[in-house]
């Protein structure tokens, strides 16, 4: 017979040592996602108590202590379908991987259903030197589109299993709601991937390059209006050769001056008083055309924005104009 009581007083005594595991975790997720320079979003938590006991409930596990794998939970959230391979392979990198699923690939091909994927994770030996009490713990991560993560959000409250079967109409409108979450996802793919090749969007194709080093330096979000908006106009600054390799030069750009860079976000990153500019994407290449080419950049930006705000990045970046 299972002791509930003595199952709620062990969790409540280890429930600490895993919320610190949780932060760790979130932390190592947030850095790596940046490195990548992938947007997104990381959620983390311990069970609640009660969610803990509820499972030891449902699931009538031998040892629901030991069985129970996700005390600690952790999901990524991103924009795009697009970007989950690449964060498949970064847990993979950075953890030791106990168990996989992929909620998709494990549909027929006439099946639809709850997407996700989940891994059971460890930290590797070269994390426990540091943090030898998180020797053992396990972490469930789950990595969702925003659409998937929304679907799983509100799929609880229709996951019913009572005990005669649901009306066919209910039925027929939960497929409905999965099949949409698929199509979302396909179409947002879609629609982006064909927009960058479109001729007349080079800003777009610019702004998601720049985007990449953006979020490996700060997790703030921008305005991307704005953004696109500035682009159109300072594109003009770029030749057909710098358009052509925009990428390779941005990429040179933050790797000669990656420690600048650190810096001067992290110096700013809780001033209000800083140029509303600094925190865009654009800056960037604000910054490369400071070193490159000062002057036609200041003619350039009397077409959009008071000087003022490009002397101050300047002064930010250690340069006079």
Not at 49 to 58: G, Q, R, T
Not at 295 to 308: C, G, H, M, N, S
Request: proline share 4%; hydrophobic share 40%; charged share 30%.
């Amino acid at each position: 017979m299972m002791n509930l009581e003595a199952l709620r007083e062990r969790w409540l005594a280890d429930r600490p040592l895993y919320e610190e595991f949780c932060k760790r975790i979130k932390q190592i997720l947030e850095d790596e996602t940046r490195q990548l320079g992938i947007g997104c979003t990381v959620q983390v938590r311990p069970k609640e108590v009660s969610s803990f006991l509820k499972k030891a409930l449902l699931k009538k596990y031998a040892d629901p202590y030991e069985e129970i794998h996700d005390k600690a939970g952790a999901r990524i959230i991103c924009t795009y379908s697009a970007s989950l391979p690449q964060l498949e392979q970064m847990i993979r990198k950075l953890f030791v991987v106990r168990s996989y699923d992929n909620k998709k690939l494990g549909l027929d091909y006439d099946k639809l259903g709850y997407l996700g994927i989940h891994f059971e994770v460890e930290l590797p030996s070269e994390l426990l030197k540091s943090h030898e009490k998180f020797r053992g713990l396990i972490c469930e991560i789950q990595l969702h589109t925003h659409a998937q993560n929304l679907w799983a959000d509100v799929s609880h409250e229709l996951s019913y299993k009572p005990s005669q079967p649901s009306p066919v109409e209910i039925k027929r409108l939960i497929y409905r709601l999965m099949a949409l979450v698929e199509i979302f996802d396909d179409e947002v793919a879609q629609a982006r991937e064909t927009l960058l090749g479109l001729p007349g969007f080079e800003e777009a194709q610019i702004l998601d390059i720049l985007d990449k080093q953006f979020y490996r330096f700060t997790a703030k979000q921008y305005d991307r209006e704005l953004s696109l908006k500035t682009l159109l106009t300072l594109q003009a600054l770029l030749s057909k050769e710098d358009l052509a390799g925009f990428d390779s030069l941005v990429e040179a750009f933050v790797q000669r001056n990656e420690d600048k860079l650190v810096e001067i976000f992290y110096q700013y990153a809780h001033d209000d008083r800083s140029n509303p500019l600094l925190f865009q994407p654009e800056v960037f290449l604000i910054f490369e055309r400071l070193e490159k080419d000062p002057f036609r950049l200041k003619d350039t930006w009397a077409d959009i924005f008071p000087v003022e705000l490009l002397e101050s990045l300047a002064t930010i970046w250690g340069k006079s104009i």
